[in-house]
């Protein structure tokens, strides 16, 4: 778990550093930023393992509001509290909202035309994909779960074929599954 | 917007509306897009402040901007403002719904994320934020099963090659260097020029 906590490693040199990293982050984020955030923050910069992602992701999935909101709130306030949470939230809604209100105001009907459609339509299947991507890379986690990685990897299926296949819904699958898979990690692990 | 409606909003209303988002913010476990329905109902079937083509085009317009997906509210709210009297209340308009929006869960989130930091020796803290990581990892592969699916079926023919630009990007950034931008702009040009 706490493997890499003794040698130092990158993070965020300043406030300025974290509103434009989050800014960059979320211009790239077509059909989602979480793809981008995983990619940027865990393989490239290297701010967080993938161990800490997952834990990070886990308590803004958890919280009602929008999870990529909150997962820029998590890492902000991770590094420089209050004051890093308020800059990546800045970071990742100030300039796209700029952009979307250019948009909205010069080229109002600009989805309904068909090459636009169709671009849309190629950009959402690659952008379905990455998130997938994004979940495969995060499954190598597991191997070193204290559940064993049987367990975890049992846990991880099954929740995703009650929620894709069958299509329960998070409040039925986060207080079932979670809670049970807690309750189990919680007698594996010491205190 | 044209095809819009002419609205005289008093500020009850644009308190109604910001309460209502403030509540719709606590409810939006999953994000805000899964509060959608919710909107649809309150905006244009019970008050008539957005038409239902305006709320769509808030909804298609976001996604088809760089962004996180919630900017989406702040559309709704920019065209509530412009059915009510143009620009400024359009800009008051956005403020009232993002802010409401957004205000009860990152206060929420960040004094759990804060409280959970500060306490993350515990074994209860540390069992919670390990014990869900099967849980979100799988989240993340059924949100993209569940976007490529609803994506392949927008198609007007041709779902297989749709899937088929999904698998792959998966696989090539899954195992490969490639930049996300290069494939998403591959995407967008395939589809640009007729062959999705």
């Given at each position: 778990m706490n493997t890499s906590t003794a040698q130092p490693r990158p993070q965020p040199r300043s406030l300025a550093d974290l509103f434009i990293s989050f800014t960059l982050l979320a211009l790239q984020g077509?059909?989602?930023v979480l793809a981008v955030v995983q990619h940027n923050l865990v393989e490239k910069k290297k701010w967080l393992t993938r161990e800490e992602f997952v834990e990070e992701w886990a308590v803004a999935q958890i919280m009602p509001g929008p999870n990529v909101v909150n997962l820029a709130l998590v890492i902000g306030g991770r590094y420089f509290g209050l004051r890093g949470a308020l800059a990546a939230l800045a970071g990742m809604l100030l300039v796209p909202l700029m952009l979307l209100l250019l948009l909205a105001i010069t080229?109002?009907?600009?989805?309904?035309?068909p090459g636009i459609a169709g671009a849309l339509r190629g950009m959402g299947a690659v952008a379905a994909g990455l998130i997938g991507a994004s979940g495969l890379k995060l499954?190598?986690?597991?191997?070193?779960?204290p559940l064993g990685h049987v367990l975890a990897i049992v846990f991880c299926v099954l929740t995703l074929i009650v929620i894709a296949?069958?299509?329960?819904p998070l409040y039925v699958v986060l207080p079932v599954f979670g809670g049970l898979s807690c309750f189990l990690t919680y007698r594996k692990i010491k205190s | 917007m044209s095809g819009g409606l002419v609205l005289n909003l008093q500020w009850t209303d644009w308190l109604s509306l910001f309460g209502h988002y403030l509540l719709l913010s606590m409810l939006?476990?999953?994000?805000?897009?899964?509060t959608t329905s919710e909107m649809h109902r309150y905006l244009v079937e019970e008050h008539h402040w957005l038409t239902a083509s305006q709320f769509n085009a808030s909804i298609a317009i976001a996604q088809a901007a760089p962004g996180p997906n919630v900017l989406f509210v702040a559309l709704m709210g920019w065209n509530v403002g412009m059915n009510a009297g143009g620009m400024p209340l359009a800009f008051f308009g956005m403020l009232v719904t993002m802010v409401g929006i957004l205000l009860p869960s990152t206060t929420l989130t960040y004094l759990a994320a804060q409280w959970g930091h500060r306490n993350r020796e515990l074994r209860a803290v540390r069992a919670f934020k390990v014990g869900m990581g099967p849980i979100v990892i799988a989240l993340l592969l059924a949100t993209s099963w569940v976007l490529a699916n609803t994506n392949a079926h927008a198609?007007?023919?041709?779902?297989w090659k749709l899937w088929l630009i999904s698998i792959l990007s998966a696989l090539l950034i899954w195992r490969t260097r490639i930049h996300l931008l290069v494939l998403l702009a591959f995407g967008a040009l395939l589809g640009g020029l007729g062959l999705l």
């Amino acid at each position: 778990m706490n493997t890499s906590t003794a040698q130092p490693r990158p993070q965020p040199r300043s406030l300025a550093d974290l509103f434009i990293s989050f800014t960059l982050l979320a211009l790239q984020g077509f059909g989602g930023v979480l793809a981008v955030v995983q990619h940027n923050l865990v393989e490239k910069k290297k701010w967080l393992t993938r161990e800490e992602f997952v834990e990070e992701w886990a308590v803004a999935q958890i919280m009602p509001g929008p999870n990529v909101v909150n997962l820029a709130l998590v890492i902000g306030g991770r590094y420089f509290g209050l004051r890093g949470a308020l800059a990546a939230l800045a970071g990742m809604l100030l300039v796209p909202l700029m952009l979307l209100l250019l948009l909205a105001i010069t080229y109002a009907h600009v989805s309904d035309h068909p090459g636009i459609a169709g671009a849309l339509r190629g950009m959402g299947a690659v952008a379905a994909g990455l998130i997938g991507a994004s979940g495969l890379k995060l499954a190598s986690t597991l191997k070193t779960h204290p559940l064993g990685h049987v367990l975890a990897i049992v846990f991880c299926v099954l929740t995703l074929i009650v929620i894709a296949a069958f299509r329960w819904p998070l409040y039925v699958v986060l207080p079932v599954f979670g809670g049970l898979s807690c309750f189990l990690t919680y007698r594996k692990i010491k205190s | 917007m044209s095809g819009g409606l002419v609205l005289n909003l008093q500020w009850t209303d644009w308190l109604s509306l910001f309460g209502h988002y403030l509540l719709l913010s606590m409810l939006s476990v999953g994000g805000a897009i899964s509060t959608t329905s919710e909107m649809h109902r309150y905006l244009v079937e019970e008050h008539h402040w957005l038409t239902a083509s305006q709320f769509n085009a808030s909804i298609a317009i976001a996604q088809a901007a760089p962004g996180p997906n919630v900017l989406f509210v702040a559309l709704m709210g920019w065209n509530v403002g412009m059915n009510a009297g143009g620009m400024p209340l359009a800009f008051f308009g956005m403020l009232v719904t993002m802010v409401g929006i957004l205000l009860p869960s990152t206060t929420l989130t960040y004094l759990a994320a804060q409280w959970g930091h500060r306490n993350r020796e515990l074994r209860a803290v540390r069992a919670f934020k390990v014990g869900m990581g099967p849980i979100v990892i799988a989240l993340l592969l059924a949100t993209s099963w569940v976007l490529a699916n609803t994506n392949a079926h927008a198609a007007v023919g041709g779902e297989w090659k749709l899937w088929l630009i999904s698998i792959l990007s998966a696989l090539l950034i899954w195992r490969t260097r490639i930049h996300l931008l290069v494939l998403l702009a591959f995407g967008a040009l395939l589809g640009g020029l007729g062959l999705l």
